[in-house]
């Protein structure tokens, strides 16, 4: 690594203002900053020095997605020979979904960093870490039949117009990877849901008796039956453990809660996920489901409220997306309502609206553009209890 830290030094002159490489600086910057760490510091000014940099905190991240990202892979092959009526070992299932997944973190890279690239050159900026989280969370949220060129056009849309425009990271309103995910979602209904597009078939022929769908799916289309008439479990034909482990037709990175829950375990001990914002969207999702319960009319809504925790994309949602430090809420009472609202949203949307069986994207999306309002007012509040204490004293 010194040898390879001594070459980038050298290279260093050739790409300031008037070398022959000045057109790659950013580029060079970029590749730079992600194999070392920077070796410049702040001069002069007022600065906040902390170990803790963006760097190190989207490398943490990434380490939390790994336990999701990995059984995503191998939970895309297993569903693939279960639905073929076939049983191999451990490594080629996992090999067979190694190989669909590894195209779509490829393609959203190399399309998310190209663009973030060629923007900071344009602007003369330093390319800046975070999408080092976005490019991989968005292939975890798709599902793993998703065309490349699909991904390539989400990833270029939600880079461009939910990041750049807003003057790239730290500025963004959205949530850059929920953006894609719902550009897809609206530009193209088809790829994005239904009982076929979770599961890659390759050129084999569906068992008789798969189907595909995944217990949201089942759910809603219980919903339209009363209670008595539908089955137990409430038209889920899946087991709970099947449901928390993760063996379930789902998008890559979302279908094991076990998984999900050691990253979210791993973003609390290093302090780098808010618990306020994770604790308050699963309590505000068990406040709307017992609501629901109450009023039960459909077997969807009589569903068990803490039964919504491991169905779909809830728990991931909870973890990866709404703890987003960008686009969340940022005052400490203003965490607590928004991750309340973001989850009594989710779980209204999911089953209010059959047609929509899975609502934390909208949830997260909606309350990403309200968080700075939220903030506004608990900032405004304490600055009246202030004043009044203030007279008071007076």
Request: glycine share 10%; proline share 4%; hydrophobic share 50%.
């Given at each position: 690594?010194?040898?390879?830290?001594?070459?980038?030094?050298?290279?260093?002159?050739?790409?300031?203002?008037?070398?022959?490489?000045?057109?790659?600086?950013?580029?060079?910057?970029?590749?730079?900053?992600?194999?070392?760490?920077?070796?410049?510091?702040?001069?002069?000014?007022?600065?906040?020095?902390?170990?803790?940099?963006?760097?190190?905190?989207?490398?943490?991240?990434?380490?939390?997605?790994?336990?999701?990202?990995?059984?995503?892979?191998?939970?895309?092959?297993?569903?693939?020979?279960?639905?073929?009526?076939?049983?191999?070992?451990?490594?080629?299932?996992?090999?067979?979904?190694?190989?669909?997944?590894?195209?779509?973190?490829?393609?959203?890279?190399?399309?998310?960093?190209?663009?973030?690239?060629?923007?900071?050159?344009?602007?003369?900026?330093?390319?800046?870490?975070?999408?080092?989280?976005?490019?991989?969370?968005?292939?975890?949220?798709?599902?793993?039949?998703?065309p490349l060129w699909m991904v390539?056009?989400?990833?270029?849309?939600?880079?461009?117009?939910?990041?750049?425009?807003?003057?790239?990271?730290?500025?963004?309103?959205?949530?850059?990877?929920?953006?894609?995910?719902?550009?897809?979602?609206?530009?193209?209904?088809?790829?994005?849901?239904?009982?076929?597009?979770?599961?890659?078939?390759?050129?084999?022929?569906?068992?008789?008796?798969?189907?595909?769908?995944?217990?949201?799916?089942?759910?809603?289309?219980?919903?339209?039956?009363?209670?008595?008439?539908?089955?137990?479990?409430?038209?889920?034909?899946?087991?709970?453990?099947?449901?928390?482990?993760?063996?379930?037709?789902?998008?890559?990175?979302?279908?094991?809660?076990?998984?999900?829950?050691?990253?979210?375990?791993?973003?609390?001990?290093?302090?780098?996920?808010?618990?306020?914002?994770?604790?308050?969207?699963?309590?505000?999702?068990?406040?709307?489901?017992?609501?629901?319960?109450?009023?039960?009319?459909?077997?969807?809504?009589?569903?068990?409220?803490?039964?919504?925790?491991?169905?779909?994309?809830?728990?991931?949602?909870?973890?990866?997306?709404?703890?987003?430090?960008?686009?969340?809420?940022?005052?400490?009472?203003?965490?607590?309502?928004?991750?309340?609202?973001?989850?009594?949203?989710?779980?209204?949307?999911?089953?209010?609206?059959?047609?929509?069986?899975?609502?934390?994207?909208?949830?997260i999306l909606i309350m990403n553009?309200?968080?700075?309002?939220?903030?506004?007012?608990?900032?405004?509040?304490?600055?009246?209890?202030?004043?009044?204490?203030?007279?008071?004293?007076?």
């Open positions: 690594m010194k040898v390879l830290r001594n070459w980038f030094d050298k290279q260093k002159p050739h790409l300031e203002k008037g070398g022959k490489f000045h057109m790659f600086k950013s580029g060079f910057g970029a590749i730079e900053t992600f194999l070392f760490v920077p070796n410049h510091t702040t001069k002069q000014g007022t600065h906040i020095r902390d170990y803790v940099d963006l760097k190190r905190t989207m490398s943490i991240v990434i380490v939390a997605l790994i336990p999701a990202l990995l059984f995503g892979m191998y939970n895309v092959g297993y569903q693939h020979f279960i639905a073929t009526g076939q049983q191999l070992s451990f490594w080629p299932v996992f090999g067979f979904g190694f190989l669909k997944v590894l195209p779509i973190i490829i393609v959203s890279y190399v399309v998310g960093l190209g663009i973030e690239i060629a923007s900071a050159q344009m602007r003369g900026h330093e390319v800046n870490e975070g999408y080092l989280v976005t490019g991989i969370l968005i292939p975890m949220v798709l599902p793993v039949t998703t390539a056009i989400a990833v270029a849309f939600s880079v461009v117009f939910a990041k750049e425009v807003f003057g790239g990271t730290g500025m963004n309103i959205w949530n850059p990877a929920l953006v894609a995910r719902a550009f897809l979602f609206f530009a193209y209904p088809s790829q994005m849901s239904g009982d076929s597009v979770w599961i890659s078939l390759g050129d084999k022929a569906m068992i008789d008796g798969f189907s595909g769908a995944t217990p949201l799916s089942q759910a809603a289309a219980a919903a339209a039956k009363p209670i008595a008439e539908v089955a137990a479990n409430h038209g889920i034909s899946y087991s709970i453990m099947d449901m928390f482990l993760g063996f379930i037709p789902g998008s890559i990175g979302e279908t094991s809660k076990l998984a999900i829950l050691i990253g979210a375990a791993i973003l609390l001990i290093t302090r780098i996920g808010s618990w306020k914002i994770m604790l308050s969207t699963v309590l505000g999702g068990l406040f709307m489901g017992t609501i629901l319960n109450i009023f039960a009319v459909n077997s969807y809504m009589a569903v068990p409220v803490w039964q919504h925790l491991i169905m779909g994309g809830f728990l991931f949602g909870a973890v990866f997306m709404v703890t987003d430090p960008v686009s969340g809420a940022q005052t400490s009472r203003g965490k607590w309502i928004y991750g309340f609202l973001i989850g009594v949203f989710g779980i209204m949307i999911r089953v209010v609206n059959p047609a929509y069986p899975e609502g934390i994207m909208l949830a553009m309200f968080a700075p309002l939220i903030d506004y007012y608990v900032v405004q509040g304490n600055i009246r209890r202030r004043l009044k204490r203030a007279i008071v004293k007076a």
